[in-house]
C-alpha cells in the first residue's frame, strides 16, 4: 500500500515534554475529548467513539499533513496537541503555514501558566524546524480565553466569520510576544 | 495584619485589579475572571518586586491560591506572623 509510517518526533522544554500519541493513549485521549469541559471549546462537539478513535489513530500514524502529541508534565499526560498543514498539497516535510491546536485536560493546569508551554514548544519547532512562514487558527468568537491566550502568543485577527475568528501569528511577532513568557517558564527549578 | 501580610494583599490587590476585601486566602487562581494564565505574570512579578524574591517555574506553576503564595513566598524567607 506504501503509508508509511513516520518518525517519531519528542519535543521537550518550558517544564512539558510532547510525545508521539501511542496506542495505549487513545482510550485516555477519546475520554479527554469527549469530556464537555473540553469538547465545549472545539469545533465539533459530537462525541467520538471508539471506532472512530481507532480509525483516526490509524490515519495519523501515516498522513504526513499532521502530527498529534501528549503533553506530559512531570512524567504525567495532562493534555494533547497537534499541528497540520494549512495548505492543500503540502507536508509537514516544508509546511508554508501550519495550523496548531491544544487542549489541556487537566483541570488544574487549565489556564495556569503551564498551559502556555506546550504551545511555546509546538510554536518554536513549526518555526525553526519545519521552517513555517505563518501559522493560523481558528478559535469560537465565544472562547475569550483562547483568544486572550493566543492575543498574549502574538497572534492577529484576519478573518471572522459567523461565530468563528482566523487568527495568524508570524515568527516576528511571535519572538517579540513569547519572550516574557518564556522566561517565566525558564527558570531554574528545584527538581 | 502583619505588614508582609498586607503587603501581599495590595500585591493581589494590584496585580489583579481586585478590591483587597477580595483577597482572602481561598481566593483561588481561575477562580476569579481576573486570575487567569496572564494575569498570573503580572502578579508573580508583582510579587516578586515587592517582596524582592525570584521564584522558580515550579513555585511560579503552583502558586494556585492567596494561601499557597504565602506557603510559597515562606520558602524564599519571606515570613508572615
Redesign the interface.
Known amino acids: 500500500m506504501g503509508r508509511v509510517v513516520k518518525a517519531p518526533v519528542t519535543l521537550n522544554g518550558y517544564q512539558v515534554t510532547l510525545r508521539d500519541i501511542v496506542r495505549e493513549d487513545l482510550e485516555m485521549i477519546r475520554r479527554w475529548r469527549n469530556d464537555p469541559a473540553t469538547s465545549q471549546y472545539m469545533l465539533s462537539q459530537d462525541a467520538i467513539s471508539p471506532g472512530q478513535q481507532q480509525a483516526w489513530f490509524e490515519h495519523i500514524q501515516w498522513d504526513p499533513g499532521q502530527r498529534h502529541w501528549l503533553i506530559l508534565y512531570r512524567d504525567k499526560p495532562i493534555g494533547v496537541a497537534n499541528i497540520r498543514v494549512f495548505d492543500e498539497g503540502e507536508t509537514l516535510e516544508r509546511p508554508t503555514r501550519v495550523e496548531p491546536a491544544l487542549y489541556i485536560a487537566d483541570l488544574r493546569y487549565r489556564g495556569n501558566i503551564l498551559a502556555f508551554a506546550p504551545t511555546l514548544v509546538v510554536n518554536d519547532y513549526c518555526f525553526e524546524q519545519l521552517g513555517a512562514r505563518e501559522l493560523q487558527a481558528t478559535v469560537k468568537v465565544s472562547n475569550e480565553a483562547a483568544l486572550r491566550y493566543n492575543e498574549k502568543l502574538g497572534y492577529r485577527e484576519i478573518e471572522r466569520q459567523g461565530d468563528l475568528v482566523r487568527i495568524a501569528l508570524s515568527p516576528r511577532d511571535y519572538e517579540a510576544s513569547a519572550a516574557p513568557i518564556k522566561a517565566f517558564l525558564s527558570r531554574a527549578g528545584r527538581r | 495584619m502583619s505588614s508582609n501580610q498586607q503587603i501581599l494583599v495590595e500585591g493581589f490587590s494590584t496585580a489583579l485589579a481586585i478590591p483587597q476585601e477580595q483577597v482572602t486566602d481561598d481566593l483561588a487562581?481561575?477562580s476569579i475572571p481576573q486570575w487567569?494564565?496572564?494575569a498570573?505574570?503580572t502578579l508573580?512579578a508583582e510579587l516578586e518586586s515587592r517582596f524582592d524574591v525570584?521564584?522558580?517555574?515550579?513555585?511560579?506553576?503552583d502558586m494556585?491560591s492567596v494561601a499557597r503564595a504565602r506557603d510559597i513566598l515562606g520558602k524564599y524567607g519571606v515570613t508572615f506572623d
Open positions: 487562581y481561575n487567569d494564565s496572564i498570573h505574570m508573580v525570584m521564584m522558580d517555574t515550579d513555585d511560579i506553576i494556585s
